[in-house]
């Protein structure tokens, strides 16, 4: 089955434009191996044969990409783009059922695999001394209130049944050289996020750096990571004491220290593993001043032990920048419209979840694609503009013909794109507040079944 993600030949990939990734999951799907873990056996084989496995992919991409994430919408759009017969009819069932044949599984893959791709694309200069490092944070995202989801993804306890909306908890790896979602865990709120996160150490390779805020600082997860030979940079547990009375000083407020381990294990721990006595760490102390706020003190834990290869000041602006995923979640989030999926079964959820982060790493090679067309940072790079670009370009080149006018055009979108950069922001301090103020509706305190029913006595 030929398939293209942006429909331009694999010859034409061959460039470096959208090579990082697309050429990649081109073929990717055209594997049989691939095209197994993608869909269920016979299910694109119907007897209208209008969502074959490349349409309904390029339909559940352009669906995320979208403004307007509506069914009806992605199929009025691919029949104006040609991906459906005009006669096709403007009922979403087909193309429901067409996405649901998909396996969550093996969009998980592609997930993996444009993240990777985009990673192992990245200059030497743009990863940090030298070494890969990667970002681990997590964060919460509402489905609606159905039952099914409600059983999978349950509600938090402090919310009324029927007041409030199921949530799923996520952990993501990013990494901090082009901002990729290399893997990711799923789970609910009963999931900590150090049991999600343990279900991603497995993709970490020897020689990687890991870096997290102090919900990831503990001695279970610093340990387990030593073992598999990567290094850590956390915020140091609120809970962890350290008697400095004891500890070796490498310099001003750099500790090398040994930690005893708790006295209970973890509960997300698998009883099987076992967990050393002490570990030998090293705690860094700095702090942060900005004019109009407090003095804030921050001690960094970290593996990595040699004080010359990585001097204090080196380890506290990695760890500084562990907020650029604070800001990436935020594009996935707010800026893509994922704080709220759409779909209303837990299958349907991973799909929906895995297609969004599919289509933000192709967001995040068009912006990668960019820098290296002019000297730019990356952080300067504005996502909606990229996001807004490569949905008109992709839009436009639907209707051409196959030549290297599509490439042209993505030249051009490049260009465009490094000449739209964001002010620079060093020190940016904005109050975290709202001007616009919401409509005066009381909160939801009651199920709306029940409030339907007092209307209809009243």
């Not at 870096?211 to 940079?233: E, Y």
Request: aromatic content about 8%; hydrophobic content about 40%.
């Amino acid at each position: 089955m030929a398939f293209s993600l942006f429909g331009i030949p694999s010859v034409q990939l061959k460039t470096w434009y959208l090579g990082a990734i697309t050429s990649r999951l081109e073929a990717l799907v055209n594997d049989p191996h691939c095209q197994s873990q993608l869909a269920q056996p016979n299910a694109f084989e119907r007897p209208w044969g209008l969502y074959s496995l490349s349409v309904t992919l390029k339909m559940f991409l352009t669906q995320c990409l979208s403004d307007d994430h509506t069914c009806r919408t992605a199929v009025a759009t691919a029949k104006d783009r040609g991906w459906l017969p005009p006669h096709a009819s403007p009922d979403t069932g087909a193309y429901c059922r067409a996405r649901d044949s998909l396996s969550p599984e093996g969009l998980d893959m592609l997930v993996a695999h444009s993240g990777t791709a985009l990673d192992q694309n990245a200059h030497a200069q743009e990863r940090w001394m030298g070494r890969q490092v990667h970002v681990v944070d997590g964060t919460g995202i509402t489905l609606p209130d159905t039952p099914q989801n409600q059983a999978e993804y349950p509600q938090p306890t402090r919310q009324k049944p029927g007041c409030g909306f199921p949530v799923l908890k996520l952990v993501v790896l990013m990494s901090l050289a082009t901002g990729a979602v290399l893997r990711y865990a799923s789970g609910s709120l009963h999931n900590h996020d150090l049991r999600l996160f343990d279900a991603l150490r497995a993709f970490l390779s020897p020689g990687d750096v890991v870096l997290g805020d102090r919900a990831f600082g503990t001695f279970a997860t610093i340990a387990l990571l030593i073992q598999q030979g990567v290094d850590a940079v956390f915020r140091c547990h609120h809970g962890r004491k350290t008697d400095l009375q004891t500890a070796t000083r490498l310099g001003k407020n750099d500790y090398l220290v040994t930690w005893q381990a708790p006295p209970r294990r973890p509960a997300w721990l698998n009883p099987s593993v076992d967990l050393p006595d002490t570990l030998q760490v090293r705690e860094v102390r700095f702090q942060i001043t900005r004019p109009g706020f407090r003095t804030k003190a921050i001690t960094v834990v970290t593996t990595l032990l040699d004080a010359k290869r990585y001097p204090p000041c080196a380890l506290a602006e990695l760890y500084l920048r562990r907020w650029v995923i604070e800001l990436w979640l935020r594009d996935i989030k707010t800026t893509m419209g994922m704080e709220m999926l759409r779909t209303k079964t837990p299958k349907r959820v991973r799909s929906e979840l895995a297609i969004f982060l599919l289509g933000y790493n192709l967001i995040r090679t068009v912006m990668h694609d960019a820098i290296h067309t002019a000297s730019v940072p990356l952080g300067r790079l504005s996502f909606k503009s990229a996001a807004v670009r490569l949905r008109l370009w992709w839009a436009r080149t639907s209707h051409r013909a196959r030549g290297l006018a599509w490439l042209d055009d993505y030249k051009a979108l490049l260009k465009d794109l490094i000449r739209d950069l964001n002010p620079c922001r060093v020190g940016r301090v904005e109050p975290r507040v709202k001007k616009r103020r919401p409509k005066p509706f009381p909160l939801m305190t009651r199920p709306r079944q029940q409030l339907r029913q007092a209307l209809l006595q009243s």
